[in-house]
């Protein structure tokens, strides 16, 4: 199984106990008002880049990852980039809202000031906080590549730190991994605190590096991902994934909580991707109603039978997967990945939360 495919495996999640009623709970922004961003003194001009495949802009090698193959990448840039969609991705988007460019995935980086000066972005798709099935940087190493950055060569400077913002994104590859190697419904509630434990330790490492501000996404509703609402027809979610989802998150808005309080800041901002996908799921496109889908959970890009993948071809080098005629139709790009167009409707609804970025 071309594990790459599908980062967000997920088939079977076993809870029975956890919580409902938690799901959407977590940080409904303050609608700000819109001050100028010229009034604050803090402006970011660097973006660092760590987690999975909601993020990842490039990092997973040509010969391995599915968003390297067409057809990823037709609407932007108009082949396969690495990026796991049609187009863009989170990261496009909160680069764009900071007024940077995308920065270059840490694979392409050569030492030399040039090429970081918008960042740098470590994130790599089918990674977690742990070993997940694909065998490749969890964010503790993406951190590490970060920090010897920084103190071995001396690419960043505490000032440059300073006028940053770190975006982390953790989307479920670790509970894929739960449920393909063990999957015990005891285990559940354990597995998710040391999923958001470890994700604290990171956080923290971020700030302690020197980055001023850092931005993690809450999961999104895996429950409603096309690869769970693939047996309901794409026309319901499952509530008990999105229950796990509700815990884990419930956990994380504690942590980010403590951190800033223990830091004596605002640095941490969570960004709920759980309220913003049913946000939109709800209204079917964006609230300005300037984004339109029929059916929000039915995908784009879809293998026609199991064990087949969007961009999965046969020995012969036929198509095994049919794609949708119009991608800005679709949020779901493939089993588990949000279309340019769908993270276009989520970054509508996170723009308020972004503001707070900058607060102190
Ligand atoms: C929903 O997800 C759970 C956990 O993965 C699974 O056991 C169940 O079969 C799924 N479907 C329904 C209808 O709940
Ligand atoms: C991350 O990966 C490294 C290298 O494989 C490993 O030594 C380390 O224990 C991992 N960290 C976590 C938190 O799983
Ligand atoms: C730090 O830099 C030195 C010299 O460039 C290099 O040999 C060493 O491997 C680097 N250390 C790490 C941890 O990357
Ligand atoms: C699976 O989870 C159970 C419950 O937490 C735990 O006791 C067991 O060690 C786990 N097994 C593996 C292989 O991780
Ligand atoms: C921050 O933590 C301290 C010490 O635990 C506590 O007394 C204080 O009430 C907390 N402040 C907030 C805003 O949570
Ligand atoms: C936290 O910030 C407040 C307001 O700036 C300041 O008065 C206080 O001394 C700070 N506390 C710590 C522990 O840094």
Redesign the pocket.
């Known amino acids: 199984m071309e594990i790459t495919q599908t980062l967000l495996l997920l088939p079977t999640l076993f809870l029975f106990f956890l919580l409902s009623g938690q799901q959407g709970l977590l940080v409904s922004a303050a609608h700000r008002h819109h001050t100028p961003r010229h009034l604050f003194d803090w402006q970011p001009t660097k973006l660092f880049v760590f987690g999975d495949s909601y993020s990842d802009t490039g990092n997973n090698r040509k010969s391995e990852a599915s968003s390297w193959k067409y057809p990823y990448g037709i609407t932007f840039p108009g082949k396969p980039s690495g990026r796991f969609s049609d187009g863009r991705v989170l990261t496009d988007f909160l680069a764009k809202f900071i007024g940077v460019k995308s920065p270059l995935p840490y694979r392409f980086r050569k030492i030399g000031v040039q090429h970081l000066k918008y960042g740098v972005n470590f994130a790599h798709g089918g990674t977690g906080v742990f070993k997940t099935l694909v065998l490749d940087p969890n964010m503790t190493t993406q951190i590490d590549f970060f920090q010897n950055l920084i103190k071995n060569d001396s690419v960043f400077t505490p000032k440059d730190l300073h006028f940053s913002v770190a975006l982390v994104t953790v989307s479920g590859n670790d509970y894929a991994t739960y449920v393909a190697?063990?999957g015990?419904v005891?285990?559940w509630q354990?597995?998710i605190t040391s999923v958001v434990n470890q994700l604290t330790v990171n956080l923290k490492r971020i700030y302690d590096l020197g980055v001023n501000k850092i931005v993690v996404i809450a999961l999104e509703p895996l429950g409603c991902l096309p690869q769970s609402t693939a047996e309901f027809s794409f026309q319901k979610c499952n509530g008990t994934e999105n229950a796990l989802v509700g815990f884990h998150n419930l956990l994380l808005q504690q942590a980010v909580a403590k951190l800033n309080n223990e830091t004596n800041s605002s640095s941490f901002l969570i960004l709920d991707l759980y309220t913003s996908f049913t946000s939109v799921f709800k209204n079917k496109g964006d609230l300005a109603g300037s984004i339109k889908f029929e059916n929000p959970l039915r995908p784009c890009c879809v293998g026609v039978s199991s064990g087949y993948y969007c961009g999965s071809l046969d020995a012969n080098g036929a198509k095994k997967y049919t794609i949708c005629q119009n991608p800005k139709s679709t949020f779901f790009w493939d089993n588990s990945h949000p279309t340019q167009q769908g993270w276009r409707a989520v970054y509508s609804t996170l723009r308020s939360t972004l503001e707070e970025l900058y607060t102190n």
């Open positions: 190697t063990n015990s005891q285990g354990p597995f």
